[in-house]
């Protein structure tokens, strides 16, 4: 009796691995997550230069100027919130698709700067400096869930090697026994060398341009709060998963849920997160052959989902707004540039190009990294004992093929993928630097350089080429504001009960600018509103039925621009077009062909647009289209003559 009490404290010694050197202390944690989040801080500083100009604040790309002016709206009425808006979509207005939360904690942050009454510089500086910090929180949260993905690998690794899994079971000793082993179990994940893969994947989703064009100073845009709200939710989620009591598992269960509750009311995209889960629950259940709990998962969705129509309707509809975008239910979303595959252009040729961009040598050592990932699960599967770290690698391997997916299907998601990309790499780089072998070492210091310095170089890039909106349409648009009738309604609180008394008409891509800039509403914006009739507008070969189009609109001014049309460049003494017409003939249901001479050049039906008519000739032979404005900044025409970038027509019908 007394030799058997001896085997079973000897075997249960073998279950308490002794502290590693390579494990972190509480305070060393610390340090590493504050110069995760300041080195993280300082790439997304580097576009400085090109937002704080002079006493303007400015933004990138075209969604930040709508962010920005309800962001305003809301700070300017704080608390108040508003979802239907009289300037989109003009005349009819538009419900907005995005929740509202981004915005309104923009405002929240700049009323408590502002002690309550912030300038419009001060929600602008706000607004601009919000995805900086959004993003370097990710990196922390990426750092964390890192952090539990190799744990889950070491924990197996050391317990193989020391017997947990091999010799010792609940019938080899006693009750109590057992109890004790359970806890030593949870104690050696905590002293495991797990913080490698966590701060090599902050490190690489630092600086990958994926993540960092979304989350730059000036990119005032919900999708950085996408990658927070998300790698939050499932670090939660995974510490759901390896919660030592029913306390912990209640916890992490809550936070789970509350913050991909938050996500619902600031991204329209937020059914992607509960449809990860709802996934990983349908695999492991089925795994476990554990056929009940599958059906109350599937039910639970069901009713989680018809009860939102009936609780909340708006968030009912957020959710169905954002599976319309991803299934692309209009026409016009098939000419989006964010809504196209990963590796397809428009007209369904391969190009690499996007996911060069996105992910640079990172998406190749991510596909390595994922096929060594998925051999760990698969050669770890039998020891029955456990089951919590592999659960959490199946949830982590679900979720990497979703969003892998889903960035094949559409180009605008590898902000999301690039979190999965990360902790792939650095799970490959640390396998091999841990491997004591030279050419494994040497190996793994070359992923590394492969990958951050061509990402640092992509960065530097678009710090010196950042997608912004062109000075010429800054002035522009401030003239409209300083020279056209006011609309006789408040532009920072839109209500159905004061309806604008004119609009402006503009192709799409510019619609955000003049909504915020020039405080105008627009015929059709950047979300889509009102694409198809812009289109036919500019395209038409008819006055009287362009007029048609804008008295229906009632529209008084219309915006032409020089990259909406067709205009040529030289490449390798070859000639080629290029303009955003390819688009605009598409959204009014014609062919480019239509267009185009034998020689694949601008032919007499293009000349007759509406389009060519305002933007070459100035109007001339048109009744009732006075020019009343021309930008500074000139470009060559289609016949080799300069011509302003920028023309605003006043229709007199």
């Not at 509350?258 to 997160?273: E, G, Y």
């Not at 990983?280 to 969705?301: F, M, P, S």
Request: glycine content about 6%.
């Amino acid at each position: 009796m007394v030799e058997q009490k001896q085997n079973s404290k000897l075997e249960l010694s073998k279950t308490v691995p002794s502290k590693l050197s390579s494990t972190l202390s509480r305070g060393n944690e610390i340090i590493i997550c504050v110069v995760l989040f300041l080195t993280a801080f300082g790439v997304r500083m580097i576009t400085y230069s090109s937002i704080f100009v002079g006493d303007n604040v400015r933004f990138l790309e075209f969604d930040p100027f709508y962010h920005m002016r309800r962001a305003i709206s809301f700070a300017e009425h704080f608390p108040h919130i508003w979802n239907f808006d009289t300037y989109l979509n003009y005349p009819y207005g538009s419900d907005v698709g995005w929740p509202p939360l981004y915005d309104w904690t923009i405002a929240l942050l700049a009323n408590i700067i502002g002690l309550g009454h912030p300038s419009k510089h001060l929600i602008e500086t706000v607004g601009v400096y919000f995805p900086v910090f959004l993003g370097s929180l990710s990196v922390i949260g990426v750092y964390f869930i890192g952090k539990e993905i190799q744990g889950s690998f070491d924990n197996v690794k050391r317990d193989n090697k020391e017997g947990v899994f091999t010799k010792i079971t609940k019938k080899s000793i006693k009750t109590q026994n057992v109890q004790n082993l359970e806890k030593a179990k949870g104690k050696s994940w905590k002293n495991v060398k797990n913080w490698q893969v966590g701060v090599m994947s902050s490190l690489i989703l630092a600086v990958i341009p994926a993540f960092t064009q979304v989350s730059f100073l000036g990119f005032v845009d919900h999708h950085v709060a996408e990658v927070l709200l998300s790698t939050t939710a499932f670090l939660f989620f995974i510490k759901t998963l390896r919660a030592e009591n029913h306390r912990n598992r209640y916890i992490f269960s809550v936070l789970t849920i509350l913050t991909l509750t938050c996500a619902m009311f600031t991204v329209p995209d937020a059914a992607i997160f509960v449809g990860v889960l709802a996934i990983y629950g349908i695999v492991q259940c089925t795994i476990d052959k554990k056929y009940k709990y599958l059906a109350l998962t599937i039910g639970a969705l069901l009713a989680v989902y018809i009860g939102a129509y009936f609780i909340s309707p708006g968030t009912y509809n957020f959710l169905n707004d954002g599976v319309g975008f991803l299934v692309k239910d209009r026409a016009v979303l098939q000419q989006v540039q964010e809504t196209q595959p990963l590796f397809f252009t428009f007209d369904g040729k391969f190009n690499i190009e996007p996911s060069w961009y996105a992910f640079n040598t990172s998406l190749y050592v991510a596909i390595i990294g994922i096929i060594l990932f998925a051999w760990g699960i698969i050669k770890n599967r039998t020891y029955k004992d456990q089951v919590i770290p592999n659960r959490i690698k199946v949830f982590f391997l679900v979720w990497t093929l979703i969003t892998m997916v889903l960035n094949l299907y559409q180009v605008r998601f590898v902000y999301l993928f690039a979190v999965n990309i990360g902790i792939l790499c650095a799970y490959l780089i640390v396998e091999l630097i841990n491997s004591n072998k030279i050419y494994t070492d040497m190996l793994g210091l070359i992923l590394i350089g492969a990958i951050l310095i061509p990402s640092a170089q992509m960065n530097n890039n678009m710090r010196e080429s950042p997608l912004m909106l062109s000075n010429d349409w800054f002035t522009t648009s401030e003239w409209i504001k300083n020279n056209t009738p006011d609309t006789n309604s408040t532009w920072n609180m839109p209500s159905k009960d004061q309806i604008p008394s004119y609009g402006i008409m503009s192709w799409w891509d510019y619609g955000n600018y003049l909504l915020y800039l020039s405080e105008r509403p627009v015929v059709a914006n950047n979300f889509q509103l009102g694409a198809e009739d812009s289109a036919k507008f500019y395209t038409s070969e008819n006055e009287t039925e362009a007029n048609k189009i804008l008295n229906d609109r009632r529209a008084r001014y219309v915006v032409v621009d020089y990259r909406l049309g067709l205009s040529t460049f030289n490449e390798n003494g070859r000639t080629y077009l290029r303009g955003s017409w390819v688009s605009a003939a598409f959204l009014a249901g014609k062919n480019m062909s239509y267009y185009l001479d034998g020689r694949n050049m601008p032919n007499d039906k293009y000349l007759s647009t509406m389009y060519a008519r305002l933007y070459l000739f100035d109007g001339k032979g048109l009744d009732k289209y006075k020019l009343i404005h021309k930008s500074e900044t000139a470009y060559p025409d289609l016949f080799g003559k300069p011509i302003e970038e920028i023309k605003i027509f006043e229709y007199t019908g």
